[in-house]
């Protein structure tokens, strides 16, 4: 029997997202506390030392902190794999999945920080670098065998998920030239774990959460109207 799990998070953090679906992958209950990012209460910081989501309460009395510590916690605990076994096919996954960190994270300055359109085009090439390593894996073999979904599916669902968002906001194909990964997007959205990972209307407020910031794609989005796109990334 597993503990008593409380996940805290926030309705659009990519982090919380990926915990969430290694939990419904492996269907584990847990309870659900959103917060808001712009108000923290002042209760996180007893159980996270960072003040980030997400975190996860583990008997009421126990925290653990950091997407990546947080997931293989639970491979740990349920001790069912969410990467290959094979030794090589792991580590492989591995590095790629330090790849979707740094996009995750090149993704969030375009968020957060790009000023100008200049700094965009920068972030824009460094992120387009790494998409392109992905893509030569992705053409080259399956990263998971049919039917199988992982955690680098969950890592890279939560990268490409915003991607309509920012093409529309920045007025550029972030998949332009890699048909495979825009495929790959495409058929993550549909599985059912993926898509209920985050409320139907993700894009929407995500729109809105992004036009409060201060940026050159906060300042686009903040004049263009509404993005009504469905959060399953086929619809556009």
Request: net charge negative; proline share 6%.
């Amino acid at each position: 029997m597993y503990p008593h799990f409380r996940l805290v998070g926030h309705r659009l953090c990519p982090y919380v997202q990926r915990v969430s679906m290694v939990m419904a992958a492996r269907s584990i209950d847990h309870e659900r506390v959103d917060i808001s990012l712009e108000n923290k209460p002042d209760w996180l910081f007893d159980i996270s030392p960072t003040g980030k989501v997400p975190v996860l309460v583990v008997d009421h009395g126990r925290f653990l902190f950091e997407a990546a510590a947080i997931c293989e916690y639970l491979d740990d605990l349920t001790g069912k794999m969410l990467l290959p076994r094979d030794p090589y096919e792991r580590g492989l996954h591995r590095g790629l999945i330090a790849l979707g960190e740094q996009i995750l994270s090149l993704t969030a300055m375009l968020i957060y920080q790009a000023p100008t359109e200049d700094t965009v085009d920068a972030t824009v090439a460094q992120i387009t670098q790494r998409l392109e390593i992905l893509a030569d894996h992705v053409e080259t073999k399956p990263l998971q065998a049919p039917g199988r979904i992982g955690l680098l599916d969950f890592v890279f669902a939560t990268a490409f998920r915003p991607f309509p968002l920012l093409s529309v906001g920045l007025n550029r194909d972030l998949y332009a030239g890699m048909d495979c990964l825009k495929d790959w997007s495409i058929k993550l959205s549909g599985h059912d774990i993926i898509q209920n990972a985050v409320p139907r209307s993700y894009l929407a407020e995500m729109q809105k959460f992004i036009a409060t910031k201060e940026g050159y794609l906060a300042r686009r989005l903040a004049v263009l109207p509404p993005v009504h796109l469905a959060y399953r990334q086929d619809a556009g």
